[in-house]
Nanobody
Framework: EVQLVESGGALVQAGVSLRLSCKAS????????IGWFRQPPGKRREGVSS????????YYLDSVKGRFTISRDNSKNTVYLQINNLTPEDTATYFC??????????????????????WGKGTLVMVLS
């Protein structure tokens, strides 16, 4: 059974940092790029960051560059999203998703929720001002 399980979400004050984790199982993790997406209350889901299967390339939504850092540990089948200096605008449910990687892909693929093969159920991040 394919599973992606997010963790690390919390209710926090603005300015603090969080590290979200995405633990994968049930598929060949090393063959897949992993993306983080978020959906604020009442808004559309957006891709915030992705990392290729080898971790050689990472992608970020322009508005989070400099504050978000994605990484992966293939020995643990886990991807991380470090979020620094949280703001209330970061309040959202954060999802991780997997896409079977390809050398043909561009940033548009890796941050496109319609392209993902597998999804987790999400973890809630709520930031108080």
């Amino acid at each position: 059974e394919v599973q992606l399980v997010e963790s690390g979400g919390a209710l926090v004050q603005a300015g603090v940092s969080l590290r979200l984790s995405c633990k994968a199982s049930g598929f060949t993790f090393d063959d897949y790029a992993i993306g983080w997406f978020r959906q604020p209350p009442g808004k559309r889901r957006e891709g915030v960051s992705s990392i290729t299967r080898s971790a050689r390339t990472t992608y970020y939504l322009d508005s989070v560059k400099g504050r978000f850092t994605i990484s992966r540990d293939n020995s643990k089948n886990t991807v991380y999203l470090q979020i620094n200096n949280l703001t209330p605008e970061d309040t959202a449910t954060y999802f991780c998703a997997a896409i079977k990687d390809s050398t043909m892909f561009t940033a548009e693929h890796y941050l496109n929720s319609d392209m993902m093969d597998y999804w987790g159920k999400g973890t809630l991040v709520m930031v108080l001002s």
